[in-house]
C-alpha cells in the first residue's frame, strides 16, 4: 500500500518535470526564433543581400533607439500615441456600453436604430478619417475620436446582446422586490454581463491603435503613427522600423495589461 | 373577510404568430394565515397565477384583491420565491439575502443583522460569506426562502420550491418551511405538481387543469392531517384517503383531455 503510494507520487512528480522541461525547450525555441531573425536580418544587411537603405537593420535602429532615449525622442513622441489610444479606448468602450444600455432601455431606440447600427457596423471607420478631422480639425481630438468610433459601434451591438440575453428571472426576482429598471440594471443586467464586457476590452485595445495610427498618418505633427509616415516620406526606414517596433511592444503591454485586468476582474466577481 | 382575493383572472400570452390562453376565468379567495396549493400537471399556468398574484404580470381580465385593495405594482406585502432559487451568483450569501432591503432602500446595518439571525435560523451561519455555487440545492433553496422572508412579506407565493431537490432533502425541507411560517404565521400560496407534497403541507389544494388553465376542484384536507408535520403527515391513514381522491380526479383529467 505505501509502496504503492509512493509510487503514485513519484509518478506525478515526474509528470510535473516534464511538463517544466517541455515549457523550458519551447522558451528556448522561442529565444533561439527571436535571435536568428534578428541575426539573419543583421548579416543580410551588413553583405547586401538585402536592400539596407529600404530594410535597414538590426544595429541601425538600435543605435537610432538609443538616442531617441537619450535625447528624449522617444518618450515625447511615445506620450502623445499611447494617450491617444488611452483615450480612445475608454471613449470607444464605454460609449459603447453607454449607448448599449440606452437600447436595453427602449426597446423601440433598438427597433429604429437597427438598421443604421448594421449599416455603421459593416462601414470600414477608418474611412471615416478626412470627414472627422475635417469637422473636428486636424489635432488631438480628431485623432482620438478615430481611436474611439472604431470600437464604439461594435462595443455596443456586443455588449446589448449580452444585456438582453441576460435571464429574465434575474430581473423577475428584483422585480419581485418592487425594483425600478435602473435597479435591475444595476443589480442583475449589468453583472451578468461583465463577462461579455470585459472580453470587449481585449479587441478593443487593438481597435484603438488601428484608429489612432491611422489619424496619425492623416494628421499628425507627432506621434508613432506621425514618424512612420515622416520617415517613409523623407525615405529613412530605419526610423519606420523603429517606430514600428516601439508600437509592437507597448501594443504588446497594453495587451498584457488589459489580461492581468480581466483575470484580476473575473476573479473578483 | 378574505386576505387574497382572485377576481375571473384570465390571461393570455401573445407571440408574433400565435397566441396562448394560458388562464380561464380563475377566481380563488384565501384567508389569513392559511396554506394553499395549486396542484396540477405542468403547462396548466400555475406559474402564471402567481406572477399575477404576485404583480409581476398583468392579467388580460380580471383582478387580485389584497385586503379588499387592489394589488399595487410595488406592494410589499408580498414574498415571490420562483421556480428556481435565482440566486445571483456574483454576490455572496448574506448580500443575497440583503438584495430585497437594498431594492427598497432600508436601512443596511439593522437589516444584515437580521439577514445573520434568518441564516442562523435556517442553520446557514457557517455559509454567510460563501458564493452561491459553492452551495448544494437545498441550502440555496433556504438562502432563497430567507431573501424572501427578509422584507417580513405577510403574503409568500413558492414556486415549486422542491421539485429541483433530492427526495430526502425534499423532506427535510417541507419540514422546515412548514414549521417555519407557521411560527411566522404567514399566509402561503404553494405551487407543486406532487400531490403528497399539495396535501402534506397545505389546508386547501386547488386542483388545475390545463389548455386553457382553470380550476378544476379544491380539495379541503382533513384537520388531523394539517396539524401535523408533513412527514407525520405522509403517514396518517386519511392522507391516504385525499391522495386517492387527488389521484383518480387526476387521471380522469387526463383521459378526458386525451378524449377530448
Ligand atoms: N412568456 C410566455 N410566452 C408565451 N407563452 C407562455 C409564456 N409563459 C408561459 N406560457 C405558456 O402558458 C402556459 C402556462 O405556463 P406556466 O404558467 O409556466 O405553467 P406551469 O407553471 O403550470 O407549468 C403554457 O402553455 C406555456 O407554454
Ligand atoms: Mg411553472
Known amino acids: 500500500m505505501k509502496q504503492n503510494q509512493q509510487s503514485d507520487k513519484q509518478l506525478f512528480d515526474r509528470h510535473v518535470k516534464k511538463i517544466k522541461a517541455d ?17 539573419l536580418w543583421e548579416l543580410s544587411s551588413q553583405f547586401h543581400w538585402i536592400d539596407p ?17 537619450l535625447n528624449g525622442n522617444l518618450w515625447y513622441h511615445m506620450r502623445v500615441t499611447v494617450l491617444e489610444t488611452i483615450a480612445g479606448f475608454f471613449i470607444g468602450t464605454i460609449g459603447g456600453i453607454i449607448i448599449a444600455f440606452l437600447l436595453w432601455n427602449s426597446r423601440k431606440l433598438y427597433d429604429v436604430l437597427d438598421p443604421y447600427l448594421v449599416v455603421l457596423n459593416a462601414l470600414p471607420k477608418v474611412a471615416l478619417g478626412p470627414i472627422i478631422i475635417v469637422a473636428l480639425g486636424p489635432g488631438y481630438f480628431s485623432i482620438i475620436m478615430m481611436g474611439a468610433i472604431i470600437s464604439i459601434i461594435v462595443t455596443s ?24 429598471k435602473w435597479q435591475c440594471f444595476k443589480e442583475a443586467v449589468f453583472p451578468a454581463s461583465l463577462p461579455s464586457i470585459i472580453s470587449t476590452f481585449k479587441v478593443n485595445v487593438g481597435l484603438s491603435w488601428v484608429g489612432v495610427i491611422v489619424g496619425e498618418f492623416l494628421v499628425a505633427a507627432k506621434g508613432l503613427g506621425y514618424l512612420i509616415v515622416y520617415g517613409f516620406q523623407v525615405f529613412n526606414f530605419t526610423l519606420v522600423l523603429y517606430s514600428l517596433l516601439v508600437i509592437a511592444f507597448i501594443a504588446a503591454i497594453m495587451y498584457q495589461g488589459v489580461n492581468k485586468f480581466e483575470a484580476w476582474l473575473i476573479r473578483k466577481i | 373577510m378574505s386576505f387574497l382575493q382572485l377576481k375571473q383572472i384570465t390571461h393570455y400570452y401573445f407571440n408574433r404568430s400565435s397566441y396562448t390562453k394560458a388562464l380561464d376565468n380563475i377566481s380563488i379567495s384565501v384567508d389569513e394565515g392559511s396554506f394553499i396549493s395549486l396542484l396540477g400537471p405542468s403547462g396548466c399556468g400555475k406559474t402564471t397565477l402567481l406572477s399575477i398574484m ?22 410589499r406585502e408580498i414574498g ?12 455572496n450569501i448574506i448580500d443575497n439575502v440583503l438584495i430585497g432591503p437594498k431594492i427598497v432602500g432600508n436601512k443596511q446595518k439593522e437589516m444584515t443583522e437580521k439577514a ?38 405577510s403574503l409568500l407565493l413558492l414556486d415549486e ?27 402561503s400560496i404553494l405551487v407543486t405538481h406532487d400531490i403528497g407534497e399539495a396535501i402534506a403541507m397545505s389546508d386547501q389544494i386547488y386542483l388545475m387543469r390545463a389548455n ?48 377530448g
Open chain 2, 116 to 153: 445573520k439571525q434568518l441564516l442562523v435560523d435556517m442553520g446557514l451561519e457557517t455559509v454567510i460569506k460563501s458564493y452561491p455555487n459553492n452551495l448544494s440545492g437545498g441550502m440555496r433553496q433556504r438562502v432563497a426562502l430567507a431573501r424572501t422572508l427578509i422584507t417580513n412579506p
Open chain 1, 53 to 69: 537603405l529600404i530594410f535597414s537593420s538590426p544595429s541601425r535602429i538600435v543605435s537610432l533607439l538609443y538616442e531617441n532615449i
Open chain 2, 54 to 75: 404576485a404583480g409581476i404580470i398583468h392579467p388580460t381580465f380580471g383582478s387580485v384583491l389584497i385586503n379588499d385593495k387592489p394589488l399595487e405594482k410595488n406592494q
Open chain 2, 161 to 187: 420550491p422542491f421539485s429541483a431537490l433530492d427526495f430526502q432533502t425534499k423532506l427535510k425541507l417541507e419540514d422546515f418551511v412548514s414549521a417555519l411560517l407557521k411560527r411566522y404565521n404567514k399566509t
Open chain 1, 23 to 39: 515549457k523550458r525547450h519551447t522558451r528556448y525555441m522561442q529565444l533561439l526564433l527571436f535571435l536568428s531573425f534578428f541575426i
Open chain 2, 80 to 91: 415571490y420565491m420562483l421556480q428556481q432559487d435565482y440566486l445571483f451568483p456574483w454576490k
Open chain 1, 157 to 180: 451591438l456586443v455588449v446589448y446582446s449580452a444585456f438582453r440575453e441576460v435571464d429574465k428571472n434575474y430581473i423577475t426576482v428584483l422585480q419581485s422586490f418592487g425594483a425600478t
Open chain 2, 212 to 259: 386553457p388553465g382553470e380550476i378544476h376542484q379544491l380539495f379541503e384536507v382533513p384537520i388531523e392531517v394539517r396539524d401535523l408535520s408533513p412527514f407525520e403527515a405522509r403517514k396518517h391513514i386519511k392522507y391516504q384517503h385525499l391522495f386517492d381522491r387527488i389521484w383518480e380526479e387526476l387521471n380522469s383529467l387526463e383521459t378526458k383531455s386525451t378524449i
